[in-house]
């Protein structure tokens, strides 16, 4: 059984702690945040994008709880760290914990510094751990099914791609910390990232990128449009998405996928069905849960440290140059 250390407890510590919690090869050994006495708090205000699961907070009475990764990791014998902290303590705290020889699990994105990220990846390497981001639509079923036809060619050639992910602005949390938001990268980095992402992942980056962004109440990137273009490929990707709209605003998000024989259309606004459609029918098949892209990451990260090989379907280098890409996306 291998014990988890969660380094932050907001929206996304609460989710790997229901993950880790429920899954019987794990051990939640403790928990780090600079205010232990919000944690009830957190598990009753929620937030986020989306329903994860619920948590009675009795569950944590006995779970030991830290104000500092120092404290965490002088006190307890653990194997690895999940960490949710705010983005602008990405490094100083996945560091902490890889030269304290711990596997670590770390909130997209990696870092908003390339440097750091570099710096990050070169510790892993150097101490042997695991180093993995939580780019959970990699592991989201829906988007699996979609990767699954682009690489088997069920359809034909993929031609057109459309990734899609709106919500209203974050206003939950640590968010109502202007310190936090300042530093977050906005919509761009904390939530287009996904899909920017996941396009990399499906078809290697872009050989050009247009974009235009718009500002909004986090950043200047809280709007992106894009296309991407492949000078061998035939396919362009279309990425639109951002959070400026008002607080209660529904989050939405989906893909459009055209290929030779198919066109398919996924949203989570109606999430138990992907539609296919020729030129005589629409059928549906099953999309699977969206949110159980959040247990299979954690699942993932777990066996790579139990089989003690990298993870490839994730790994440091893809999620750096998914920051590289973000980059690619503003116009200096």
């Known amino acids: 059984m291998k014990r988890i250390a969660v380094i932050g407890f907001g929206f996304m510590g609460l989710t790997h702690t229901l993950n880790i919690l429920r899954n019987k090869d794990l051990e939640l050994a403790a928990i780090v945040d600079r205010n232990p006495d919000l944690i009830e708090k957190t598990i009753e205000g929620k937030g986020g994008n989306i329903a994860t699961g619920s948590l009675d907070a009795g569950i944590l009475m006995d779970i030991n709880k830290y104000t ?62 695991i180093l993995m981001t939580g780019h959970v639509v990699r592991f989201m079923p829906p988007y ?120 398919i259309l996924y949203t989570t606004m109606n999430g138990d069905v992907i539609r296919i459609s020729d030129d005589n029918k629409v ?10 892209g959040y247990c299979n990451e954690l699942v993932y990260f777990i066996k790579c440290i139990e089989n003690n090989i990298q993870p490839v379907e994730c790994s440091p280098e893809s999620s750096l140059e998914s920051v590289n890409l973000c980059y690619k996306h503003i116009k200096i």
């Open 68 to 129: 500092t990764i120092k404290e965490c990791l002088d006190k307890e014998s653990i194997d690895a760290v999940c960490i949710c902290v705010p983005t602008a303590f990405h490094y100083d705290t996945a560091s902490e914990a890889l030269s304290a020889g711990k596997h670590v699990f770390i909130e997209k994105p990696l870092c908003l510094d390339v440097n750091q990220a570099r710096k990050l990846i070169d510790l892993a390497k150097e101490k042997k751990r």
């Open 144 to 263: 699996q099914k979609l990767k699954k036809w682009i690489d088997s060619g069920e359809f034909g050639d993929l031609r057109f791609l459309a990734l899609s992910r709106f919500s209203g602005y974050p206003a939950w949390g640590q968010w109502k910390d202007r310190e936090v938001t300042d530093n977050s990268g906005g919509a761009l980095f904390d939530l287009v990232i996904h899909d920017i992402d996941f396009a990399a992942y499906l078809l290697g980056s872009p050989d050009n990128i247009e974009s235009i962004c718009l500002p909004g109440y986090i950043s200047k990137y809280d709007y992106i449009s894009a296309i991407w273009s492949y000078n061998t490929k035939n396919a362009k990707v279309s990425i639109e998405g951002g959070n400026t709209f008002h607080a209660s605003f529904p989050f939405q998000a989906g893909y459009m996928a055209n290929f030779e024989k198919a066109s």
């Open 283 to 292: 059928s549906e098949t099953e999309a699977g849960d969206a949110v159980e």
